[in-house]
Nanobody, 126 residues
Framework: QVQLVESGGGLVQAGNSLRLSCAVSGRTFSNSAMGWFRQAPGKEREFVASIRWGGGHTYYSDDIKGRFTISRDAGKKTVLLQMNNLRPEDSAVYYC???????????????????WGQGTQVTVSS
């Protein structure tokens, strides 16, 4: 069993930065993937970024590439999402997710992840 707890959301002005953190408890595997997804009101949950627990290979959605950076600290069992140059359209609830065996072709799909955090609100004002 894996438990995930997000923190770091808040209200910021456009152009500013936020860093989200996801604390991971429970067993992880080298082929595990940790992901960040977001969901705005009235919209589907969408992929933001993910990282392989072993090896650290990263994947990003085109919407945030170059502005967001995902990283992990294996020792502290924490996954971070550094969000720079935020835009109003980035406003959403951001969810941390974990999947024990995630193949590359599905790493951007929410259905590939078995464990989810409770979400943290990010609001970007214009």
């Amino acid at each position: 069993q894996v438990q995930l707890v997000e923190s770091g959301g808040g209200l910021v002005q456009a152009g500013n930065s936020l860093r989200l953190s996801c604390a991971v408890s429970g067993r992880t595997f080298s082929n595990s993937a940790m992901g960040w997804f977001r969901q705005a009101p009235g919209k589907e949950r969408e992929f933001v970024a993910s990282i392989r627990w072993g090896g650290g290979h990263t994947y990003y959605s085109d919407d945030i590439k170059g502005r967001f950076t995902i990283s992990r600290d294996a020792g502290k069992k924490t996954v971070l999402l550094q969000m720079n140059n935020l835009r109003p359209e980035d406003s959403a609830v951001y969810y941390c997710a974990a999947g024990n065996t995630v193949i590359t072709s599905t790493i951007r799909s929410s259905s590939a992840y078995h464990y989810w955090g409770q979400g943290t609100q990010v609001t970007v004002s214009s």
